[in-house]
Each structure stands twice: as structure tokens, then as C-alpha cells.
């Protein structure tokens, strides 16, 4: 599950840190909650729409843990180092719980709680 998983995020973040971030509403329920920091967003549109105004990043994994529940859905945590509009690090941590999808072997995002931590001066 680990290599699903890291193959997941991986092309996840290849999304999220290009340009174009309407991709993502692939991924999103209806139902989909995003935590990102202190902000809440629910549902697929104003989760994307979020992520389109959100600063450009670039996204650098340390860690990714996956585990399976009992209902099928997968959790999988996330650590590593942002960088947010080419100028401003962060440690981050990001925890998803996947769902599987129905019609293939891919998965969508069910909850995504986000946190970060400045790692310079300047913050």
C-alpha cells in the first residue's frame, strides 16, 4: 500500500505544484473536506477554486505513511518542505484519507487536513 500510496501523492503534488490546478477536481467529492491551516472548504468547487488562488508551490517529500482501515478507506500522512511562492520555506505536514473510486483503480480524496511551520526569518 505504501507504493500506491507515494505514487498517489506524488502525482498529487505534480498537480498541485504546476499550473493547472483545475485537474484536481478529478480527485474531489462533493462531500470532500480540505483543513488547510486555520480555513475549512467544502465540496469539490470551492476546494478548487481555493488551490487556484492559492501561491504557486513546490512541494518536497520526506515521509509518506499509508495505512488501511477497516472500512476500506486508506490514510496515508505526509512530511516534508514547501516552498510557497518561490520565496518562503515551510515544514509541512498533510494527512488524506483516500476513498477508493468506483469506476477504476484510482482513488479520490475524502478529508485533507494541511499544517505548516516557517523555517526562516522572515515569516
Known sequence: ??????????????????????????????????????????????IVDFFKRAPMMN?????????VNQDGTVDVKV?????????KAYSFTETFRLVRKSYDLGFDIMEQTFTKESLGKDD
Do not use: C, P
Not at 504546476?18 to 462533493?30: A, H, M, T, V
Not at 512541494?59 to 495505512?67: C, F, G, L, Q, Y
Open 59 to 67: 512541494h518536497e517529500n520526506d515521509s509518506i505513511k499509508a495505512r
Open 79 to 87: 512530511t516534508g518542505k514547501v516552498l510557497m511562492d518561490w520565496k
Open 1 to 46: 500500500m505504501e507504493s500506491i500510496a507515494a505514487q498517489f501523492i506524488n502525482q498529487y503534488y505534480g498537480v498541485l505544484d504546476g499550473e493547472n490546478r483545475n485537474i484536481l477536481s478529478n480527485i474531489y467529492l462533493d462531500d470532500s473536506v480540505l483543513k488547510w491551516d486555520d480555513s475549512t472548504y467544502r465540496g469539490t468547487k470551492k
